[in-house]
């Protein structure tokens, strides 16, 4: 299998800048050390899901069900991987080669996941790794302020303020190499379809399982909405909270980290100090205990010879930090 290096591995046409190893040109101090802002971090990725598990507790019996939880879970399970595998491992950093039809399966489940269509999520994710934490990183909690205020700004920034700032210019010249794909270029182009195909699907098996009108609106809304919304935060977090809170097992460029809770929801994807040490790499999850069901997925394709060329770290690489 190929090796990483501790770089961004793109293709040609969009090959950026070497990512270095050392933070010693980091100009703001990594944020989320002091208690007060561990307790803002850990509210800001716990309580959204305190809030959909009371929902659930309060409306069980007349506008939720097992049905309506199953429904959720497999959403949330198939649009999330759409994003984790597809859009994130898959598209913006190839760590595994597969085929066309794949390659449109999980650009779709990606778009259903309603975070942009694929050539944007691609583009901005591989902005965020060419200036991680600095400047032009989209979403950074760094360079914020100090304190329980900054910490606050830059929370609220990398979670959601920054889907309401201007998008950056030229954004697509990062995805130079998907453009060229037209298949690609016209799963992206069809968000709008994908969007609401995603909100009919849970609809409709919510009549045909839960029955009539009822069935349907519980499919909608726990199928569809909920689930967006779990996505959402869960995805969300990741920019957020591994970037705030959790442990540096490697000296990286960045203030990436690994937090097992955001592990555990975003199917791997909160290994994120370990993603950023090695990019390129579908396996996100380094130790046997870090779940990681995206990589689980990649080796599931890759068993029935559906993904190949599946990329794996190096781990002598990367410098190892005492933070582990």
Known sequence: MELIQNHLSLPEATMLPTMQTTTDHINAAPPGA?????????????????????AVVSLWGWACGWGAVALLGVMYLLTGLGITVGFHRLFTHQSFETNRVVKFIFGVLGSMA??????????????HHQHSDHEHDPHSPAHHGHGALGVLKGLWHSHMGWLFKKEPPDLLRYVKDLRKSKMLSTVSAL???????????????????MGGWQGAFLGLV????????????VTWSINSICHLWGQQPYKVADHSRNNFIVGLLALGEGWHNNHHAFPTSARHGLRWWQVDMSYWTIQLLSFFRLAWNVK???LQLVPVTTNS
Not at 34 to 54: D, R
Not at 114 to 119: E, I, N
Not at 222 to 233: K, Q, S
């Open 34 to 54: 002091t208690l007060s802002s561990k307790i803002v971090t850990l509210a800001a990725v716990i309580l959204p899901f305190l809030g959909l598990l009371a």
């Open 114 to 127: 309603v975070q942009g269509s694929l050539l944007k999520w691609v583009a901005l994710h591989r902005m």
């Open 312 to 314: 794996q770290p190096k």
């Open 222 to 233: 726990w199928g569809g909405l909920a689930r967006i919304f779990m996505v959402h935060h």
């Open 191 to 209: 968000f709008p379809l994908w969007v609401t195909l995603g909100l009919v699907i849970p609809t409709v098996i919510g009549w045909l399982l």
